[in-house]
């Protein structure tokens, strides 16, 4: 005896609303310092500002990375593979010469 699929298509359908939203993000004159990787840290403003960025706790190069890998995987930052080290080196070493202020 076989098993057979059955497919029902629902009779009523339901409607969904798409809409845009515009939000506005707070004015920040802070840059990120100049330096090796400084190109690569602009990619993070499309959703941070640098001074958010900044401001961050302390991190090491490894906690760095792991945080530059889940924005890329999680949240689709633009950052090439063979950017993340090189990025990680930056934000490691401004970071933690905005800590030392």
Same mark, same amino acid.
């Given at each position: &005896? ?8 629902? =009779? $009523?359908?339901? /409607?969904?609303?798409? $809409?845009?939203?515009? +939000?506005?993000? =707070?004015?920040? !004159?802070? +840059?990120? =310092?100049?330096? =090796?990787?400084?190109?690569? /840290? ?5 959703? $941070? ?12 190069? /490894? ?7 889940? &924005?890329?995987? +999680?949240?689709? /930052?633009?950052?090439? !593979?063979? !950017?993340?080290?090189?990025?990680? +080196? ?12």
């Amino acid at each position: &005896m076989g098993l057979g699929l059955v497919w029902a298509q629902s =009779p $009523h359908t339901t /409607a969904i609303a798409i $809409h845009s939203v515009s +939000v506005d993000m =707070p004015a920040s !004159d802070t +840059v990120f =310092p100049p330096g =090796p990787g400084s190109d690569l /840290a602009g990619k993070c403003l499309i959703c $941070h500002s640098a001074g958010m960025v900044l401001k961050q706790p302390a991190l090491t190069q /490894a906690e760095w990375k792991a945080e530059i890998n889940k &924005m890329r995987t +999680v949240y689709g /930052a633009p950052i090439e !593979d063979s !950017d993340v080290d090189a990025l990680s +080196v930056y934000m490691s070493k401004v970071n933690a010469d905005q800590q030392a202020k």
